[in-house]
Nanobody
């Protein structure tokens, strides 16, 4: 069992930056792929970024590539999402998620692959 708690959301102007954190407790953090997803009002939850257990492999949606950076600190049981050059269309609730994987280089874009989810943190980008 893994408990995930996101923080760092808020209101920012377009072009600004935010850093989201995802603190994990429970079983061994470095056994899990970490992912970030987001859900805007009236829309489905969508993939944003993922990072492998060993941090070697990262993956991003096309909409955030070059602006967002995912990272993790296994010693601190924490994952991060650095968001730069924010746009109004980035406005959503952002969720951290974890998927247990035996292969250290795995990532995933599929919601159904993730076993654990945080409660979400709101990010609002004003024009």
């Amino acid at each position: 069992q893994v408990q995930l708690v996101e923080s760092g959301g808020g209101l920012v102007q377009a072009g600004g930056s935010l850093r989201l954190s995802c603190a994990a407790s429970g079983q061994t953090f470095n056994s899990y792929v970490l992912g970030w997803f987001r859900q805007a009002p009236g829309k489905e939850r969508q993939f944003v970024a993922a990072i492998s257990r060993n941090s070697v492999i990262t993956d991003y949606s096309d909409s955030v590539k070059g602006r967002f950076t995912i990272s993790r600190d296994n010693a601190k049981n924490t994952a991060y999402l650095q968001m730069n050059s924010l746009k109004p269309e980035d406005t959503a609730v952002y969720y951290c998620s974890a998927a247990r994987r035996s292969y250290a280089y795995s990532t995933s874009r599929s919601l159904s692959d993730y076993d654990y989810w945080g409660q979400g943190t709101q990010v609002t980008v004003s024009a």
